[in-house]
């Protein structure tokens, strides 16, 4: 389980490991809890036979530097077709991310840059029969528009394994394209 760090105001940080929430903890440096799913952490017995317990919760606040990280979302293949639910934009298809392909909707022979707005996962068979060309000089439209994630949807491109209440949490932070393209 990872636990998604928040700064004090309330922003996404990092995806941390158990053992080092149970550090802040330790440390007193947890200003609130969010969520409602929980990781209890045991440790060592004492002379009376109980066992101490650490309860974690899988969304904190800690105290320290407000850092905005807000425009820092690295394009790669993996987010790019996470952000697009591993569906080919043109034709709708689910696909597994070993055949997924990057398509540049202004092709980059045509000055298109390599840029969250201008990138959509296609499939290979749509991505070769697009071509050089735009989408609406193949005749191929897109399904959703391509944007740029937000801090909230940058942290759930980043881990594949989110708890409920923590996608609940970045969920209702999403653009409403996220929504369009999660619900397919």
């Not at 709708?92 to 022979?109: A, E, V």
């Not at 909230?152 to 969920?171: H, K, P, S, T, V």
């Given at each position: ?39 209890t952490m045991l440790g060592g017995w004492n002379r009376l036979g109980n066992r101490s317990r650490l309860r974690l919760s899988s969304i904190i606040a ?123």
């Amino acid at each position: 389980m990872l636990v998604l760090r928040l700064n004090k105001a309330g922003m996404p940080q990092e995806w941390i490991h158990v053992e080092q929430a149970a550090r802040l903890y330790s440390q007193d440096k947890v200003l609130f809890e969010l969520g409602t799913d929980h990781y209890t952490m045991l440790g060592g017995w004492n002379r009376l036979g109980n066992r101490s317990r650490l309860r974690l919760s899988s969304i904190i606040a800690c105290d320290g530097k407000v850092t905005d990280i807000s425009g820092k979302v690295a394009l790669t293949n993996r987010y790019l077709f996470r952000r697009d639910n591993y569906l080919c934009l043109y034709c709708g298809q689910t696909f597994s991310p070993s055949t997924l392909t990057r398509d540049h909707i202004i092709p980059r022979s045509r000055g298109g840059k390599d840029c969250w707005t201008n990138v959509v996962t296609a499939c290979p068979r749509c991505n070769h029969a697009k071509g050089a060309k735009t989408p609406e000089e193949a005749g191929m439209p897109l399904l959703a528009v391509p944007f740029r994630p937000n801090i909230y949807e940058r942290f759930y491109l980043m881990n594949r394994r989110i708890l409920a209440d923590q996608m609940n949490f970045l969920a209702s932070h999403f653009t409403q394209r996220r929504e369009w393209i999660a619900s397919g």
